[in-house]
Antibody, heavy 115, light 111 residues
C-alpha cells in the first residue's frame, strides 16, 4: 500500500522560504508524476506544481516565479520550495501522486506565515 | 477565483440522488478528462472519479461521473450520511504551458 508522509516547518515569517518534503513508502517514484497542492484555511484547492519521475517539472503560472519542485530518487522523496512567502501563502500543503488523477495523498502540513 | 465553477452547496435526504455540476471551458474540461475528489472535514482529498466516469478503487457504485462538452457532473445516488463532505472537480488545462485546475468546491449536506 502506497503511503505519502510529508514534513516541514509549520511557521514562517514573511519573506522566508517554505520547504516541505514528501517521502513515498510502499512504492517507487518511477513511472509517476508527483504533485503539490495547497488549501488556504476554509478555502478550495490550488495546484502548485508537479515533477515527473524523470525530473521535468511544471508549475502553476501564478506561482511559477517562486516555486521549485525537486526529486531525491535514492531517498524516494520529492520536495517543494516556495520563496518569499507572505500571509497569502498560509495554507495546508499536500503532496500527492499523479497528474490528471491524484490517487495517493500525504496527510497535509499546515504552514502559517506570520510576523 | 476558480477556473472551474461548481455550485457552493447541494443538499438531499438519505436515499435521494443529488448531482453536482462543474462548468469549465474548451481548454480544460472541453479538452481533457474530468476528475472528482471528496474531502471530509480535516482530511486530505480522496480520489473518487477519474477519466470522466471511472470510479477509483474502493469507491461505491453510488458515485458516478459524466462529461458533456465543457461541463462535468458527479451524481450520488442513494445518498448516505457519510457522503456529507466537500466535493471538488478538476481537470488539466491546456492553456499557457498546461496546469491542473480545481473547481471551487461543493458542500454536500445530508438533511
Amino acid at each position: 500500500q502506497v503511503q505519502l508522509q510529508q514534513w516541514g516547518a509549520g511557521l514562517l515569517k514573511p519573506s522566508e522560504t517554505l520547504s516541505l518534503t514528501c517521502t513515498v513508502y510502499g512504492g517507487s517514484l518511477s513511472g509517476y508524476f508527483w504533485s503539490w497542492i495547497r488549501q488556504p484555511p476554509g478555502k478550495g484547492l490550488e495546484w502548485i506544481g508537479e515533477i515527473k519521475f524523470s525530473g521535468g517539472a511544471n508549475y502553476n503560472p501564478s506561482l511559477k516565479s517562486r516555486v521549485t519542485i525537486s526529486l531525491d530518487t535514492p531517498k524516494n522523496q520529492f520536495s517543494l520550495k516556495l520563496t518569499s512567502v507572505s500571509a497569502a501563502d498560509t495554507a495546508v500543503y499536500y503532496c500527492a501522486r499523479g497528474r490528471s488523477a491524484l490517487d495517493y495523498w500525504g496527510q497535509g502540513t499546515l504552514v502559517t506565515v506570520s510576523a | 477565483q476558480s477556473v472551474l465553477t461548481q455550485p457552493p452547496s447541494v443538499s438531499g435526504t438519505p436515499g435521494q440522488r443529488v448531482t453536482i455540476s462543474c462548468s469549465g471551458s474548451s481548454s480544460n474540461i472541453g479538452a481533457n478528462a474530468g476528475t472528482w475528489y471528496q474531502q471530509l472535514p480535516g482530511t486530505a482529498p480522496k480520489l473518487l472519479i477519474y477519466s470522466n466516469d471511472e470510479r477509483a478503487s474502493g469507491v461505491p457504485d453510488r458515485f458516478s461521473g459524466s462529461k458533456s462538452g465543457t461541463s462535468a457532473s458527479l451524481a450520488i445516488s442513494g445518498l448516505q450520511s457519510e457522503d456529507e463532505a466537500e466535493y471538488y472537480c478538476a481537470a488539466w488545462d491546456d492553456s499557457l504551458n498546461g496546469f491542473y485546475v480545481f473547481g471551487s468546491g461543493t458542500k454536500v449536506t445530508v438533511l
